[in-house]
Nanobody
Framework: QVQLVESGGGLVQAGGSLRLSCAASGRTFSNYAMGWFRQAPGKEREFAAAIDWSGVTKYYAASVKGRFTISRDNAKNTVYLQMNSLKPEDTALYYC?????????????????WGQGTQVTVSS
């Protein structure tokens, strides 16, 4: 089992930046592909970004590509989401997820473990 704890959310003005972190514990972190998902009030959860175990392969949703960057540090058991040029529509609860032996992919149902989320609010 893997435990995931997100941090780094907050309130930021449109055009600003935030960096989210997701710390993992419990199993060998490098065995997992990692993803970031988000859910806005009244909307379904949606994929944002994913990264494979090595950090080489990354995959982004069209809505965040060019503004968000996913990365990982396997020595620190942590995955990051750098979010730049934030927009009010990026406001959501952001979750990280872990996929054992997985690839960088967007299907939430394929992820095995989820964190509790960190809130990001972008004001206009």
């Amino acid at each position: 089992q893997v435990q995931l704890v997100e941090s780094g959310g907050g309130l930021v003005q449109a055009g600003g930046s935030l960096r989210l972190s997701c710390a993992a514990s419990g199993r060998t972190f490098s065995n997992y592909a990692m993803g970031w998902f988000r859910q806005a009030p009244g909307k379904e959860r949606e994929f944002a970004a994913a990264i494979d175990w090595s950090g080489v392969t990354k995959y982004y949703a069209a809505s965040v590509k060019g503004r968000f960057t996913i990365s990982r540090d396997n020595a620190k058991n942590t995955v990051y989401l750098q979010m730049n040029s934030l927009k009010p529509e990026d406001t959501a609860l952001y979750y990280c997820a872990a996929d054992l032996w997985g690839t960088a992919q967007a299907t939430g149902g394929k992820y095995d473990y989820w964190g509790q989320g960190t809130q990001v609010t972008v004001s206009s």
